[in-house]
């Protein structure tokens, strides 16, 4: 069964640790996923951008596969299925399909008219028990063709999303969708530390997990982060599984062109990362 992600966000928070919301693109990623959260018995989020969404032949379709395969796999631990950087229209599609979770990412719109979009979808969450993830500051690089310039959230602009109701923050602090450049300067732990001290217990969410050091990420999780999204590093992981497995010529004897074995190493490094990235979060053991 799927659970909205409030819940396990309000644990994290009080206990000083992450949870990861990982990004799906297929069945073996959610697999991979899925397997290692049972595993080290930890909540955790999975991740659908719209394009990953319409990829996997929409919505609906990633639903009954994720509740489907929870149920196959006897999952236990809590999951999220979660709309990542929805649009307004993206997440009132899946608040339909059957999502747990939506992120509307109002964060290109001027702030009034973020705030009422987001209040709007609040009402709704709330009515069906989702949990809603609001974002204030485009977080800067990539995904799905959105670029964000990188800003830095106003931390009286978070405080009015925070204040509508949402479940948890997402604010730009200086954070980078995909690999971060040479010359990047590094999280605003001042912005940070400002915007929580703004908004209260307010679960904080960190996009851009890839390539962030592992101690500028136990610093954010000590100043009130408690969700931390990860893609890019599953799909490196994933792309140099895949190619080393290709390169050794195993895809051309024998078997080794069967699409459950081509595609072996690669779920086998997304279950490494995730593991990797759990460890770190600290949420091992708090399922
Ligand atoms: P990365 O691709 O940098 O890990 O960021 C993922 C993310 O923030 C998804 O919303």
């Known amino acids: 069964m799927l659970v ?8 994290a928070k ?6 990861g919301q990982f990004n799906i693109n297929n069945l073996e990623w959610t697999k ?3 397997l290692t959260a049972e595993e080290l018995k ?6 659908v951008s719209e394009g990953a969404g319409k990829y996997m032949c929409g919505f609906k379709t990633v639903a009954a596969m994720v509740k489907a395969m929870i149920e196959e796999l006897n999952i236990t631990v809590p999951v999220a299925l979660h709309l990542d950087h929805g649009t307004y229209e993206g997440a009132k599609k899946c608040i339909e399909a059957g999502f747990s979770s939506v992120m509307f990412d109002g964060s290109h719109y001027p702030i009034e008219e973020n705030i009422e979009k987001t209040k709007e979808l609040v009402a709704i969450c709330n009515e069906k028990g989702l949990s809603l993830e609001a ?12 670029i964000g310039s990188g800003e830095v959230a106003d931390p009286d602009e978070c405080k009015r999303i925070a204040d509508l109701g949402v479940t948890m923050l997402a604010a ?3 954070n980078i969708h995909g690999k971060y450049p040479e010359n990047w300067a590094g999280l605003r732990f001042d912005v940070l530390a400002a915007i929580q001290e703004k908004t209260g217990t307010m679960p904080l969410v960190l996009h851009g997990g890839t390539g962030i050091p592992a101690d500028m990420i136990q610093k954010a999780i000590s100043l009130g982060v408690s969700k931390i999204n990860v893609n890019t ?7 140099a599984a895949t190619r080393a497995y290709i390169e050794a010529g195993k895809d051309l004897q024998g078997k080794g062109f069967d699409p459950r074995k081509l595609l072996a190493p690669g779920a086998q490094a997304i279950c ?3 593991k990797e990235k759990m460890e770190l979060f600290g949420s091992v053991g708090k399922a």
């Open 14 to 19: 009080a206990g000083h640790y992450a949870v």
């Open 172 to 174: 730009g602090i200086g």
């Open 272 to 274: 490494d990362t995730v």
């Open 42 to 47: 930890s909540p955790v989020i999975l991740g």
């Open 233 to 239: 590093e599953c799909q490196l992981s994933f792309a």
């Open 135 to 146: 974002e204030v500051g485009a977080i800067g690089g990539e995904e799905d063709g959105v």
């Open 32 to 34: 991979s996923i899925l």
């Open 4 to 11: 909205s992600a409030k819940e396990m966000l309000t644990k």
